[in-house]
């Protein structure tokens, strides 16, 4: 054990838990942080805004299932995280975040950039603590890392004042603890459950965000290859179903009850959730006559609703409790499944095939006809990223990915400006693999500053802007309930011009029918490419 300030072992806490990036902004409060990390094999990713930082942290949780970790000073550095951590927490995103405040002696008085991170942090996060004491830092540091990623995943925010950090302290590290681990429910569950469901006449299995973890997208393809169980995905289950098994598949559901899905969903006398959260599509619209009887396999309990009822709940580790259903349900199953699956999977297969033939008005690419090209033109390795917007309803529902956490959605908050920063991380993680994101021209500029972070990190993406001058999304559901629009229109931004700014290059798509060579254009370019 060796001296070191409270700085350098807040850093040393980080190294230890092999932490590779830390996304942040500095600031007087948290300097010496920053300072220790230029001592570091930690790669600090200076950012524009700590909205932004928060959100690259969550994706990179979200993509290699270990806490993104962001850093900023005190006061406003704190309170920008707020969108950002209510994000990842929603939507089960592991992040650590670390927050500067005022020396410990100015707490309670007037001072420049005080305020209660604590309390500030608290709502949006699933634990906000202060470090009072430097010797306990690898403690908390050693709890927030386990606790962001036990599940359901989310953000742990640090608190650490400025006289904490200037201490001198001499304490041991403490290493990566065992991932937790639940195990198996009660055989005897398992049993009544398989009976169930073998005896039922229209099972559908509804697949939510805790789907997508590796482990368990092993285990439901294992059983949808015994079972050929009807199915449907929220938006954050994308990519779970394979291309093999895709014939039981009816397509995505959430927010409005009128897709394909939804009419499978209708059908159904029992519907077997799992990793499923209620924030991620409403049960008050899937089952509002609270007439289905609700299996809940997930880590944790239900959180209850009145349309929200599970009959059993097999709880523990999911992969552990689907690989132990396999061998209880029947094959039997398959071709009444098969049977009654097919024409909710053949009608979002119409929708989505309308993309080849769909005739564009206007020199306007029709999204289906976006999704159609784009599918072509990339392979199943490659990650498309989208922002909350228009064509945020039109990709959740029609763009197929075959591979988990390959397509990605803020789902339960819906949350603007995500996906050019979540483009980033995912190029921090996987710097060889075709990215493609995209937002409306509203979401867009929540988080285009942070163009000059992509080209200073010489990253390659496309992000497509979808432009139509107004909160398209806001404005259809204004329509749809006043016949009028209010508060949704802005103004035009050249965006061309706007890359070229940033030092990346743009393009406009003046004609679907260029969209080809236009994609295969941009994907030849070195840097972030911006298209209008």
């Known amino acids: 054990m060796s001296k070191m300030t409270a700085a350098q072992l807040t850093v040393k806490c980080l190294e ?38 928060a959100f690259m942290a969550a994706a990179y949780g979200r993509l290699t299932g270990e806490p993104g970790v ?31 405040n005022v020396a410990r002696s100015m707490a309670l008085k007037e001072s420049h950039q005080n305020t209660n991170n604590v309390a500030l942090m608290k709502p949006v996060t699933k634990s906000a603590v202060e470090v009072l004491m430097s010797e306990n830092i690898p403690e908390v540091f050693a709890n927030a890392f386990r606790l962001a990623t036990a599940p359901r995943g989310g953000a742990c925010f640090i608190s650490l004042p400025q006289d904490v950090l200037s201490e001198t302290v001499t304490v041991s590290m403490i290493k990566p603890s065992a991932k937790i681990s639940y195990g198996a429910t009660h055989q005897a569950t398992l049993m009544i459950v398989a009976n169930l469901v073998n005896q039922a006449k229209f099972p559908v299995l509804l697949l939510g965000q805790e789907a997508s973890r590796p482990e368990n997208t092993k285990m ?35 927010l409005f009850r009128n897709q394909p899905g939804d009419q499978l969903l209708k059908k159904a006398d029992i519907v077997i959730t799992v990793g499923f959260n209620c924030v991620e599509y409403d049960p008050e619209l899937w089952n509002a006559e609270c007439k289905k009887t609700i299996v809940h396999v997930d880590y944790l309990p239900a959180k209850i609703h009145e349309t929200y009822q ?20 029947d094959s039997m199953m398959i071709s009444k499944n098969e049977k009654n699956v097919k024409p909710f999977h053949d009608a979002h297969q119409k929708i989505i095939t309308s ?10 690419m029709h999204p289906l006809q976006f999704i159609h090209e784009l599918r072509a033109a990339i392979d199943d390795e490659a990650y498309v990223i989208c922002d909350v917007g228009t064509i945020y309803m039109w990709m959740a529902r029609y763009f197929l990915s075959y591979e988990p956490h390959h397509l990605l959605f803020s789902n339960g908050q819906q949350t603007l400006g995500v996906a050019l920063p979540w483009a980033m991380a995912t190029h921090f993680v996987h710097p060889n693999k075709k990215i493609i994101s995209m937002s409306g021209d509203g979401g867009f500029l929540f988080s285009a500053m942070e163009l000059e972070n992509a080209v200073r990190h010489k990253q390659n993406f496309i992000h497509f802007v979808w432009r139509d001058g107004s909160y398209n999304m806001v404005k259809e559901q204004e329509l749809m309930k006043y016949k009028r629009r209010s508060g ?4 035009a931004v050249d965006l061309v011009s706007f890359a070229k700014a940033f030092g990346a290059k743009g393009y406009t798509l003046k004609n679907p029918s260029d969209f080809k060579l236009l994609l295969q254009e941009a994907f030849a370019q070195t840097g972030p490419v911006l298209v209008d």
């Open 70 to 100: 962001v850093l900023v000073t005190s006061g406003p550095g704190v309170s920008n995280l707020a969108t950002g951590l209510l994000t990842a927490t929603t939507e089960g995103d592991p992040i650590v975040a670390i927050g500067g």
């Open 16 to 53: 230890a838990q092999g932490v590779k990036y830390v996304f942040g902004i500095p600031g007087a409060k948290i300097d010496a942080v920053f300072d220790a990390l230029q001592d570091s094999s930690i790669e600090l990713v200076l950012c524009r805004h700590e909205q932004n930082a």
């Open 310 to 329: 599970p009959k059993f709940e097999v709880l523990g580790d999911i992969d552990a409790n689907i690989a132990a259903l396999v061998g209880l349900l």
């Open 220 to 254: 439901i393809r294992a059983l949808l290859e015994k079972t050929h169980l009807p199915t449907v995905s929220t938006f954050q289950a994308a990519g779970v179903v394979s291309r093999v098994l895709l014939p039981c598949f009816a397509g995505r559901v959430g």
């Open 355 to 364: 993309g080849e033939t769909i005739q564009s008005k206007n020199h306007l």
């Open 488 to 491: 949704v229109d802005f103004g």
